[in-house]
């Protein structure tokens, strides 16, 4: 059994000198401050070539160290602390955010065992048989940072982007569960690394599509990335949960987003692509999976997930919030669970000698595609009844209505045309002010 093999493979953990154990933290701190140099500088560059604009081009070649330059000019800005603010909340807040962001890939594997100081030992800091579980909870307790941040500035607009930081927590971790759901049922394990070595034959992207689908959806909405950038939302919040911070508590918030970007786009590739295995036809090379060569297919991969994060930027408008927390609730979920039982049902067929689980895996996936596809098609369908049923109401609106028709008069809505009441036109045609009526004369007494 495969959960077994893991069980194993685990007992290679735990065992490194002291000093290996320092080069693998320092080298995976390093390898995150430099993917977010790196990753701010591509975002750049990327949507400025996607709005017609040359982006950064001046410090370092290409504007390589125009990232590293921002983050010491935010380092050396004088701080502004707001009087109402609580303090002790206020400076933890963001040391929360930034810490639980470098915590996560501490259990994300990089490559096979490779040769340090002589020590054979994993590219991976530490496993065991719950690490996804493990970064699920590290995620949401970095959530916290965001949530305690817009409460401890004393502003409402801070505090607005954090309770729309908690509810985006609700209701996109729960879809991002879920669709790991199937990954543990097909690989029998929760170990990253584990995970990865069941992906040999066949990369779970493949197998598991849906899946791969709502967690990439998901992580965007867990990252606040655009279009789910809710709590955020300059247009309506300033700033959101971070308006009130600067100098170098707004830089550790900022490099908390884009180190979450490199930990969820890591997290994608450990679990759906293969981790550090080569993709097609480089794994045809014999030594394509030996050494320290994987750790090339693994960031080239990571650097894929991330491209998409910022084209995502570049094109998609912001959403309402209603739409955000309909989509979560009544999309992801419902798919996810759906998924999950058609997964199920597959491996039970797998044990007993029943149906290939995995044709039954590709015919379900079309089924659901086709589901949903309906289900939005139907969706489509409604909404264009509504259109069609409000500019009926938009018409008859228009239509010209007398003011004095109830016997009071009532003012146009927007797009009424008042017409003059029969009595007016009397009473103008005349040349005869017209007798108050008992309302009115209560009204002028009243006045």
Do not use: C
């Amino acid at each position: 059994m495969i959960h077994a093999q893991a069980q194993g493979d685990l007992d290679i953990f735990g065992n490194d000198p002291a000093a290996v154990i320092a080069v693998k933290v320092l080298g995976i701190f390093v390898i995150m401050v430099l993917m977010t140099l790196l990753t701010i500088w591509a975002e750049r560059r990327v949507v400025g070539r996607m709005q017609m604009r040359i982006g950064p081009n001046r410090v370092g070649p290409f504007g390589l160290l125009q990232s590293l330059m921002d983050g010491i000019k935010l380092a050396l800005k004088e701080e502004i602390i707001p009087k109402g603010a609580h303090l002790a909340v206020y400076i933890i807040a963001p040391v929360i955010a930034a810490t639980t962001a470098f915590l996560t890939f501490a259990v994300i594997p990089l490559g096979p065992q490779v040769s340090i100081f002589g020590t054979v030992t994993p590219l991976q800091l530490t496993d065991f048989p719950v690490s996804v579980l493990y970064i699920l909870a590290i995620a949401s307790v970095g959530i916290y940072g965001i949530v305690l941040a817009g409460w401890s500035s004393g502003s409402i607009y801070p505090l607005l982007g954090g309770l729309r930081s908690s509810a985006q927590m609700i209701s996109y971790e729960i879809a991002m569960g879920l669709s790991f759901v199937a990954v543990f049922l097909y690989a029998e394990s929760m170990s990253t690394s584990q995970i990865v070595a069941a992906q040999e034959p066949m990369w779970y992207i493949v197998l598991l599509l849906p899946s791969f689908i709502i967690y990439t959806t998901a992580m965007v909405g867990e990252t606040n990335r655009a279009p789910f950038d809710l709590p955020e939302a300059e247009g309506e919040l300033v700033g959101g949960f971070h308006t009130e911070y600067s100098s170098l508590k707004f830089a550790l918030f900022f490099l908390a987003e884009y180190v979450n970007m490199v930990t969820v786009s890591a997290l994608a590739t450990t679990l759906f692509l293969g981790g550090w295995r080569a993709p097609w036809p480089i794994s045809l090379w014999d030594q394509a999976n030996v050494g320290w060569w994987p750790m090339l297919w693994f960031f080239g991969k990571v650097f894929a997930f991330i491209f998409v994060f910022i084209w995502l930027r570049g094109t998609l408008p912001r959403l309402r919030y209603d739409q955000f927390m309909k989509f979560g609730w009544k999309v992801l979920i419902p798919v996810s669970i759906a998924w999950i039982l058609i997964v199920a049902v597959a491996r039970y067929l797998r044990s007993s000698g029943g149906l290939e689980a995995r044709n039954l895996l590709f015919a379900a996936s079309a089924v659901l595609v086709v589901v949903v596809l309906i289900s939005y098609a139907l969706d489509l369908r409604r909404k264009k009844s509504d259109e069609i049923e409000e500019q009926r109401i938009a018409l008859e609106a228009e239509k010209e209505f007398d003011p004095f028709a109830g016997g009071f008069p009532v003012p146009p809505m927007p797009g009424q045309v008042a017409q003059q009441s029969r009595r007016v036109k009397t009473t103008i045609s005349s040349g005869v002010s017209a007798p108050l009526t008992a309302s009115e004369t209560t009204e002028g007494t009243n006045v």
